[in-house]
């Protein structure tokens, strides 16, 4: 319960830096504010479930699954290691099956990850694995075995066909490195 509660306060934490809100630290006052806040439920549902999962808890984490879809049309698999600091800008759309996401990642919407094809047993081997800092634009793909390095900007409606060192950003179809004179905005 402790790491849910640490990876829940993180994620709160992230959205006050982000609004410039850096003095703010989260507490329960300020989490039980902001939980029902469209851009924080989705965090809430999602690490719950994964929560749910890790203590063997049967139903419950599809059933928080299937609520995230149905209210935010954010697929998130519990089996999904997540990072602290996620933050789901835009959640419509996304479809998160990758086998792990590092920390401070911003996600906008209608992003894809996880395998190439239909992997119904969730071999990691199949998904993808994104790293820390990484800034995943609206539409970005990114479906099989690729790492994603820290630092790293995918562009808007890129699709990666390969895996990202870090500190780069990539953009177009397939996704290509561009200079870092376009630079990477978190």
Known sequence: MSQLKHLLYSDLARQYELEGRTSTRPNLARFLGRALHFRFLPNVICRTSRAAM???????????TYLNLVLFGLEVTPRCEIGPGIFFAHPVGCVIG???????VTVFQGVGLGALYPDMSFDKALRCEIGD?????????????YNIGNNVTV??????MSSVAPNQTVFGVPARVVPSS???KK
């Open 54 to 64: 890790l203590a063997g808890i049967p139903v419950v984490p599809k059933m928080l």
């Open 98 to 104: 990758a086998w792990r996401i590092g920390s401070n």
């Open 133 to 145: 800092n990484v800034f995943l634009g609206a539409g970005c793909k990114v479906l099989g075995p």
């Open 155 to 160: 562009g808007a409606n890129s699709v990666v």
């Open 182 to 184: 376009v630079g990477n």
